[in-house]
């Protein structure tokens, strides 16, 4: 039996370990009555250096069915040891041996992943573009795609800025659902003129903004508000406009696929943050027919969406006379039609 178990994810491990850890340690593999008994004991004996480490947790979150288990434990780690990529430490210190004390946090956090927490919540934090934002749930964590969302409404607005078409009292971007901020809180470091509303019906979502603008140093250029699209539409239109941009990472995943979404997601996430209705479009409707109220001329509406969507949106646009025009729709970077651009007219 010993035998196979220093063939096993921990034969590094074993030659410093008491006999009743390992036993604790094996009897944790091979029992699946919860995340409790699952978790391997924490080593009292010995300690392990930093690769050590993130082979025994890569292997047990494998063992166990979390995500990405090799990335997980690498993430962990290295933000315990005060870095954001292991590939940012050179080989001798992927040798070193951990304290007990972050042997004791690194236990910690990696529990909290084995019970499917996503990383960004176990760490606290996450990179978005050139950001480090803190991140806790339920507030949504921003994707990938999100960023390229960005990248969109920036490039249009830095061209509205080298024109002079936006003057610096209406240069002002309205985010409709703002989670942890990454969107406005992006946008307003890459533009010094920018002014920025956000808004979310979540009050964790608007105080994490607030505090993630302040930590950055943004918060004069950025007001947060507490409201909800659906039910304050006539409030945000007084608190709010007129704005140059519009842009929306709305709820947009259809009621019946939320079914199938991973642990990470359904235990953690805030679900009307992903929920948008039977058809998807639920909170969608609800920013195309207040855009044309919030928006000048010429200023733009930027949404992301389900790819099934922005057809609906462009014949949405062709069969009301909204004053919004379907400017374009963008592909993300695996090739999926994921952003919608609209454009107010100049009529009245």
């Known amino acids: 039996m010993w035998m196979i178990l220093r063939r096993s994810l921990y034969d590094f491990y074993t030659h410093c370990t008491p006999l009743k850890d390992r036993l604790i340690l094996h009897k944790g593999l091979c029992t699946s009555a919860g995340v409790a008994e699952c978790t391997p004991s924490l080593p009292t004996a010995c300690r392990l250096t930093v690769q050590q480490a993130v082979r025994l947790w890569t292997k047990h979150f494998q063992l166990t069915g979390v995500s990405e288990p090799r990335l997980s434990s690498q993430y962990i780690i290295a933000h315990l040891l005060g870095v954001k990529t292991l590939e940012s430490l050179g080989p001798d210190r992927l040798v070193e041996f951990l304290t007990h004390k972050q042997m004791e946090q690194t236990w910690k956090l990696c529990s909290r992943r084995l019970n499917r927490m996503p990383v960004q919540y176990v760490i606290e934090e996450w990179d978005f573009r050139d950001l480090t934002l803190k991140m806790r749930p339920p507030v949504f964590i921003p994707r990938p795609e999100t960023e390229e969302l960005v990248g969109l409404v920036l490039k249009d607005l830095q061209v509205k800025q080298g024109t002079g078409v936006s003057t610096e009292a209406n240069f002002t971007c309205l985010e409709v659902g703002c989670g942890s901020g990454a969107i406005s809180l992006s946008l307003l470091n890459s533009l010094p ?96 027919n207040l855009a044309p109220r919030l928006l000048l001329n010429q200023g733009r509406l930027y949404l992301e969406v389900d790819q099934r969507h922005p057809l609906v949106i462009q014949q949405w646009a062709k069969g009301r006379e909204s004053g919004l025009q379907y400017v374009q729709t963008c592909h993300d970077f695996t090739g999926r039609p994921r952003f919608c651009i609209l454009e107010k007219g100049s009529g009245p």
């Open 193 to 288: 003129q920018l002014r920025a509303i956000a808004l979310d019906k979540n009050q964790d979502a608007v105080d994490l903004t607030i505090e993630n603008a302040n930590s950055l140093g943004l918060q004069d250029r950025l007001e947060v508000h507490l409201m909800d699209v659906l039910t304050d539409a006539d409030m945000i239109v007084r608190m709010c406009s007129p704005v140059s941009a519009l842009v929306s990472n709305p709820p947009y995943l259809f009621s019946e696929d939320m079914t199938s979404l991973e642990p990470e997601v359904c235990k953690f996430e805030d679900h009307a943050a992903l929920d948008g209705g039977s058809d998807g479009m639920q909170v969608i409707k609800h920013i195309l």
